[in-house]
């Protein structure tokens, strides 16, 4: 039987960066993965009607071009191809306008009025600081390249976001600022949820939020297809349960979350280390509806019409009110949703003349509640008619998340609540938390930093940690 320089379990995408790491070094990798098509988080599956292809999991993508590893591979010379909306994001009001993020900062900043000053200079330094800012902050706690640059962004990034959202006076602003926000998926009182906010306006102007032509799966495809051309293994449809299973293997790298590992067999982990990974949190689960619609969603405003992602939760003080809610364990009647409407730039997504809709919300970790007419509501609130366009549905309750993608525990996308607690810490407080307490095994997965989201950094550093530890060998970016 082969023996392997390293097995990595977890097609996600920082499976794959694990595994191309290592495999671009000369070294022998195998993934292995325990549903029938790679990806994690990465799938598009005809989950309604035939011929209309959904995400089933992340459908925008504002990392993808953002991480310094993903810019590294040659993705497009193996299929990919990214397009991208009129806007990045857009934010309806009741009374019938909407914030909205341009892909310039001037124009976002014209739209915000007597706010226009005080968005640029929170958002423009790190646009033109990002390339040092992501190898900074997109890994593990260490000493920064560059020190002043990152400290100017940790100033605004670790405050609550109700407290940048008080330097804001209009409506618009702060609306347009909780919505960014939210993505912590935890209250915005908490510390560091500036973070997400920040990143994801300043990727959005640098970068855009683009959306893979034919579906997210196509982004997994290529790293298969350009981790094959450089020899790497991939074996489907194999749940890991025993490591001692696997073939021979001097490292393994496990792409999954602390309670996966913790249930894996063979490990040979410390109890110190095992309790660690018992005390980790996990956050707010994910409600999230797929449709196949008859049109184009009917939004009141010009804006969300032509948005990549549009977000429904009206005023800041709606969702600030709402997320604390959710995260408290209550229902809600209006939550915060993300809508995403990614037939309106790619027509492969849907059969000639028809559209898809992509949606969830936050909602209480393991709910078992149907939140699917509390999502609609929210969408007819913004875009009447919605509701006549919808042909077929398909829901996702948290449990039902975590039964497809055993990474999503009660229908935690992030992998692991990203609180000041956890941001950097995860999934234990080491300064080198992609090693475990088998010198031999390794975790890279959103919960190791830099966290969540389709950027394969995580996946990065374990490899490079790996390569260091076992081979002599250093790989930068």
């Known amino acids: ?21 290592l495999q671009r070094q000369g070294l022998s990798t195998l993934i292995v993965e325990g549903a029938d098509t790679i990806g994690g988080g990465m799938r598009t599956k005809e989950l309604t009607l035939p011929g209309f292809k959904h995400d089933v999991c992340s459908a925008i993508h504002p990392m993808a071009m953002a991480s310094p590893f993903m810019r590294s ?3 497009k010379e193996y299929g990919l191809e990214f397009t991208q909306a009129t806007y990045p994001a857009a934010h309806p009001l009741d009374k019938g306008d909407a914030a909205v993020l341009h892909h310039s900062l001037e124009e976002t900043a014209q739209d915000l009025g007597v706010d226009a000053r005080t968005y640029t200079k929170l958002i423009l330094p ?17 000493f920064p ?22 330097a804001f006076k209009t409506q618009k602003a702060k609306a347009l600022w909780a919505g960014m926000a939210a993505h912590s998926i935890q209250p915005l009182s908490n510390w560091a949820t500036s ?17 893979p032509q034919s579906g997210s799966q196509t982004i997994a495809d290529a790293l298969a297809a350009y981790y094959i051309s450089l020899g790497g293994e991939i074996q489907t449809g194999c749940w890991v349960k025993d490591t001692r299973e696997l073939p021979q293997h001097k490292t393994l790298i496990l792409d999954l979350t602390p309670k996966q590992v913790l249930s894996l067999q063979g490990l040979h982990l410390h109890d110190s280390y095992r309790k660690q990974l018992r005390n980790y949190r ?7 509806v797929d449709w196949a619609l008859s049109d184009t969603t009917p939004f009141n405003d010009g804006y969300s019409q032509q948005a ?32 995403a409407q990614p037939s309106q730039f790619d027509k492969s997504r849907a059969p000639e003349g028809k559209h898809t809709g992509w949606a969830y919300c936050h909602v209480p970790n393991g709910s078992a509640i149907d939140f699917t007419a509390h ?33 999503y525990i009660g229908g935690d996308i992030n992998g692991g609540i990203m609180d000041i607690y956890q941001l950097y810490t995860r999934p234990t407080f080491s300064l080198t938390p992609y090693r475990t307490s088998n010198k031999n095994v390794y975790i890279a997965s959103s919960s190791t930093p830099p966290g969540g989201g389709v950027h394969g950094m995580a996946g990065f550093h374990a490899a490079k940690l790996i390569l260091k530890d076992h081979f002599n060998m250093d790989v930068k970016l």
Not at 2 to 16: L, M, Q, T
Not at 145 to 151: I, K, Q, Y
Not at 196 to 208: D, E, F, K, Q
Not at 312 to 339: A, C, M, W
């Open 145 to 166: 390249r560059h020190p002043l640059d990152l400290a100017s962004f940790g100033l605004k990034a670790l405050k609550p976001a109700t407290w940048t959202a008080s």
């Open 282 to 288: 996990y956050g707010m689960g994910v409600f999230k």
């Open 126 to 142: 790190i646009i033109n600081r990002w390339e040092s800012l992501a190898l900074d902050t997109m890994g593990p706690l260490r």
């Open 308 to 339: 990549a992602t549009v977000h429904l939760g009206n005023t800041y003080d709606e969702i600030r009110r709402n997320e604390l809610d959710s995260h408290r364990g209550q229902v809600v009647d209006k939550p915060f949703v993300l809508f």
């Open 1 to 21: 039987m082969k023996k392997y320089d390293a097995i990595i379990v977890g097609s996600g995408p920082n499976g794959f960066a694990a595994a191309i790491t």
């Open 73 to 75: 591979l040659p993705l």
């Open 195 to 211: 973070a997400i906010g920040l990143v994801l306006m300043a990727v959005g102007h640098r970068y855009g939020w683009p959306i």
């Open 375 to 407: 999502i609609e509501n929210q969408i007819e609130r913004f875009a009447p008619g919605f509701k006549d366009t919808i042909l077929a549905r398909h829901t996702f309750n948290p449990t039902q998340m975590e039964a497809y993608n055993p990474n």
